[in-house]
């Protein structure tokens, strides 16, 4: 694989399902990801020195004289094995996570059955049913229609300016159900051709040298991570954060409920990052001859809306009620509603989103043929390390709170935390899982931050559903580095995003983040009852 992907112009916009979602998987050796030969020794130093350190620091953990019940200490040095394999990726996210169940049962910190019961948690078929509808969104097309029937509108134009604020809503709109990775790859042919178009008028030899191009890719990237906030199921590793909050606490946060709270802040971080590009990246032009015309072009390509598009539309739409449904109901019939309790109890995220899945197998394309929808080998495609992480996440979850090991560490950390508020405890958990995502992943961020601020919260006498929530999202962001998001890989592998620019555009705009986040699930939360 090369280090710059060649630059793609035209193609049908049907031509990005195609391809196929299994070439954007989450987990890949150091051959596959086409990193540079400087990135490439650094990741294998770091995932070496993870492979020895994290066995290293589990044996002294065991060893220690330290005053706690074996389950616990044991748990202490599984996690603390797991943590170091994650942050290193000493070996591959989903391995380290399945090896820390096995590991919590054989050196018995709970029996079997009890540590393995998150596989059948209802986060596994709201994972599984969403991922299937996006398979049928790609498939068919109908997230490229709706892509391109944006970017041609009267609105956009040939403004440069309005075309980035464009880009960004559509990465948005389809990062919220739809893998961020993926969307980007949807998206980056289309953008990249544009880059190539507006370098051909502006008499540029080199179309990666254009601010234009800079500020097109880096929307792409940062907005696809803003609109994966939006839902709970636009990152996996956000259904990690939010069921061990609803273990610790209780409370259950539904879609309806998430939604409301992230788009407090996305909305507002959303203008600040069309600002800040417009700033740090200020196009050579505000105008391209000829944009809209192709735009409209690559939309009417397409033609008549198919079956297959028709069936996904009604899909999706019936899922999406079905997920917003007991959240309004909770809005219009208050909390303490026989029907609300009936509605919430009968319309689980999970069953839903199966639901969902199981007619896309349904809903025939073609009757006579008997195809339909999407097919099993399409379903295949799911990404099942992601799955592993979330179940194996969820086991971890249960069993710090289940030993007391959690109210432990957060009895210890209370003392330097005890008299911190609940805005200081808040930004803290969103700084800390920023800085975890940019050094180490999404998945790893949540996986470790929520379960620490969780027992901390507890120890200062502070709710921890709203300081969790806040690390949650803080979790999905990470805008420095290359490595931070398979998004920032993506775009940064074109060659048209320098390094100085994403590590400065990133620095300012993960501080704003931090602080609009703390701000928004604060005041939301508050306002929906959950803190």
């Known amino acids: 694989m090369s280090d710059q992907p060649s630059i793609r112009t035209g193609g049908s916009p049907a031509d990005a399902p195609d391809e196929g979602l299994e070439q954007f998987r989450a987990y890949r050796t150091i051959d596959e990801s086409g990193m540079t030969p400087g990135e490439a020794r650094f990741e294998r130093r770091r995932q070496t020195i993870g492979l020895f350190a994290g066995p290293l620091v589990a044996a002294v953990i065991l060893l220690l004289p330290l005053d706690l019940p074996w389950n616990q200490q044991a748990l202490a040095a599984v996690f603390a094995l797991t943590v170091v394999f994650w942050l290193t990726e000493a070996i591959p996210i989903p391995a380290s996570s399945l090896l820390g169940v096995a590991l919590m049962i054989v050196l018995g910190v709970a029996p079997a059955n009890e540590v393995l019961s998150s596989f059948g948690n209802t986060i596994v078929l709201l994972y599984l049913g969403a991922f299937f509808l996006s398979q049928a969104l790609l498939k068919h097309g109908l997230a490229q229609r709706v892509a391109f029937s944006i970017l041609a509108t009267r609105w956009v134009g040939n403004s440069i300016t309005r075309l980035i604020i464009a880009i960004g809503v559509v990465t948005c709109l389809f990062s919220a159900f739809v893998s961020n990775t993926v969307t980007v790859a949807m998206l980056l042919p289309t953008v990249l051709g544009i880059i190539v178009a507006v370098s051909k008028q502006l008499g540029q030899g080199d179309p990666t040298r254009l601010r234009i191009g800079t500020g097109l890719l880096l929307m792409l990237a940062f907005s696809a991570s803003i609109g994966g906030a939006i839902t709970p199921v636009g990152a996996p590793h956000q259904l990690i954060g939010r069921d061990l909050l609803e273990q610790a606490t209780g409370i259950e946060v539904s879609f309806f409920d998430w939604t409301a709270i992230a788009l407090t802040f996305a909305v507002p971080l959303f203008i600040a990052l069309v600002l800040l590009l417009l700033k740090l990246n200020r196009p050579e032009t505000t105008r391209v001859a000829g944009l809209a015309q192709d735009m409209a072009a690559r939309r009417d390509r397409s033609g008549r809306m198919g079956r297959g598009e028709v069936n996904t539309l009604i899909v999706f739409s019936f899922v999406l009620i079905g997920w917003l449904l007991p959240g309004l109901s909770g809005v219009v019939l208050g909390a303490d509603s026989p029907a609300y309790a009936a509605i919430s109890d009968a319309l689980d995220e999970g069953v839903v989103a199966i639901l969902g899945a199981v007619l896309l197998f349904v809903l025939p394309v073609n009757w006579k043929q008997r195809t339909y929808t999407i097919t099993w080998q399409d379903a295949a495609k799911t990404d099942w390390g992601t799955l592993l992480f979330i179940i194996c996440g969820a086991a971890f979850g249960t069993q710090l709170t289940a030993t007391g090991l959690a109210e432990r560490v957060g009895t210890a950390l209370g003392t330097t935390f005890g008299s911190a508020n609940l805005i200081l405890l808040t930004f803290v958990a969103v700084l800390l899982a920023i800085l975890i995502s940019e ?27 709203l300081p969790g929530l806040a690390a949650t999202f803080g979790s999905s962001f990470g805008f420095m580095m290359p490595i931070s998001t398979p998004q920032n890989a993506l775009v940064y592998a074109t060659g048209a995003v320098p390094i100085t620019k994403m590590v400065r555009t990133g620095l300012v705009f993960d501080l704003i983040g931090a602080v609009l986040i703390t701000l928004g699930v604060l005041g939301m939360g508050r306002l929906l009852g959950l803190g």
Request: hydrophobic share 65%.
């Open 439 to 465: 050094i180490g992943s999404n998945l790893a961020a949540v996986g470790i931050v929520v379960p620490i601020v969780i027992p901390i919260c507890m120890a200062a006498g502070i709710d921890p559903l």
